[in-house]
Each structure stands twice: as C-alpha cells, then as structure tokens.
C-alpha cells in the first residue's frame, strides 16, 4: 500500500481533503481516533470508516456530506472551500 503526504493527497483528491477538513471542524477532537469516535453514531458507520474520510482514503457519500454542511453550516462550508 502507498502512503501519499497531505500535500499529495491535497492535490490527488481535493474533494476528500476539503470534506475531511468540514469534518474535524464538525468533531473536534485531539486525534484522528478521538473525532472517529464521536463522529461515527452520527452517520451509522464505524469508527473506521470515520478514519478513511478524515485521512482521504474513501469518499463521503452526499447524505453524510450533507449533515456535516448542515452541521458547520454553510458559511463555514464557503471558508473552507475558498482555501
């Protein structure tokens, strides 16, 4: 398996980085691991599957992106793009 930097993943899918960026604003946490855990019951999923969006190994589906926009709100939402 190839690891890629954030820069790389940044620039390979920048739909994942934007929506795992919306996601730590969404769920603050310390780590990576704190975020899963409170994010996860929110959209039915594991843990792990939180993991693989905030890392931009898998894409969101629209339901889930939708509740982190409703969640953040849309201005922040705009912010986060336009970076």
């Given at each position: 398996?190839?690891?890629?930097?954030?820069?790389d993943?940044?620039?390979?899918y920048?739909a994942?980085?934007?929506?795992?960026?919306?996601?730590?604003?969404?769920?603050?946490?310390?780590?990576?691991?704190?975020?899963?855990?409170?994010?996860?019951?929110?959209?039915?999923v594991?843990?792990?599957?939180?993991?693989?969006?905030?890392?931009?190994?898998?894409?969101?589906?629209?339901?889930?992106?939708?509740?982190?926009?409703?969640?953040?709100?849309?201005?922040?939402?705009?912010?986060?793009?336009g970076?």
């Amino acid at each position: 398996m190839q690891y890629f930097s954030q820069k790389d993943m940044a620039q390979l899918y920048p739909a994942r980085m934007r929506f795992s960026r919306m996601l730590r604003r969404a769920f603050p946490g310390p780590s990576d691991t704190a975020i899963a855990a409170k994010a996860a019951p929110v959209f039915g999923v594991s843990p792990r599957q939180v993991q693989n969006w905030l890392q931009c190994r898998n894409d969101a589906g629209v339901g889930n992106v939708l509740a982190v926009i409703a969640i953040i709100g849309a201005e922040t939402v705009f912010l986060i793009m336009g970076s």
